[in-house]
């Protein structure tokens, strides 16, 4: 099957700092990626769908210019947390969509702010 | 709007049991369905899926069917084992939505 990886797998910031989490799918092309947080009761909600070459379109309620996705190319897309607080901390998983639109995931990384 | 519902856990069975975690969606013309779980510690992965009224998907001994005239997704398996112990979420993906729609995932414990 499709893999797609995420990179780090967790990270611990101050407060007012910014996080970059890449996501990366290894062995096809990605048109599209979305990016999800999952909560501790394991339901996910979506942040944005991730469109190559074009613009994230993101969830009602998702601030863009907090949330930052850059999806430069079929194989790599980024979410950088731009001045992180304690509420941003949570599970932030990736996913790469496939040909019939089945979703492949990332393994999520754990986002800490002190 | 598209929308997803699923039966509520968590679900705790015994080896060898039936198990059945029902799915209903709402959604317009004609989505593509599916079933992800997440064992423990892991991300999702995709367990079956099926793209039109009547196919059934199926994996390590899950079945799905797509149901149009009832709208429903349910996932069965014959005899449960204490590996399949997991969080298992329904979606669908609608074509012209550009996007996929989840359930809120429903969490199996299988106890030896």
């Known amino acids: 099957g499709a893999v797609v990886s995420q990179h780090p797998s967790w990270v611990i910031c101050k407060s007012g700092t910014s996080v970059k989490i890449e996501c990366r799918s290894l062995?096809?092309?990605?048109?599209?990626m979305f990016w999800y947080r999952q909560f501790p009761k394991q339901s996910l909600m979506l942040m944005a769908t991730s469109n190559e070459g074009s613009k994230a379109t993101y969830e009602q309620g998702v601030e863009k210019d907090k949330f930052l996705i850059n999806h430069a190319s079929l194989t790599l897309s980024t979410l950088t947390v731009t001045s992180a607080h304690p509420e941003d901390s949570s599970f932030y998983i990736c996913?790469?969509?496939?040909?019939?639109?089945?979703?492949?995931f990332g393994p999520g990384t754990r986002l800490t702010v002190t | 709007g598209n929308s997803v519902t699923q039966m509520e856990g968590p679900v705790t069975l015994s080896e060898e049991a039936f198990l059945t975690i029902n799915c209903t969606y709402t959604?317009?013309?004609?989505?593509?369905l599916f079933w992800y779980v997440q064992y423990p510690g892991e991300g999702l992965q995709l367990l079956l899926k099926?793209?039109?009224?009547?196919d059934k998907g199926s994996n390590k001994g899950f079945e799905a069917t797509y149901r149009k005239e009832t709208t429903s997704f349910h996932l069965e398996k014959g005899s449960v084992q204490v590996s399949d112990s997991a969080v298992y979420f329904c979606?669908?993906?609608?074509?012209?939505?550009?996007?996929?729609?989840f359930g809120d995932g429903t969490t199996l414990t299988v106890k030896p």
């Open positions: 062995d096809f092309q990605a048109t599209t």
């Open positions: 959604a317009t013309g004609y989505p593509s």
């Open positions: 099926a793209t039109k009224a009547d």
């Open positions: 979606a669908l993906r609608n074509t012209n939505a550009g996007k996929s729609t």
């Open positions: 996913s790469a969509e496939g040909q019939a639109y089945e979703q492949y």
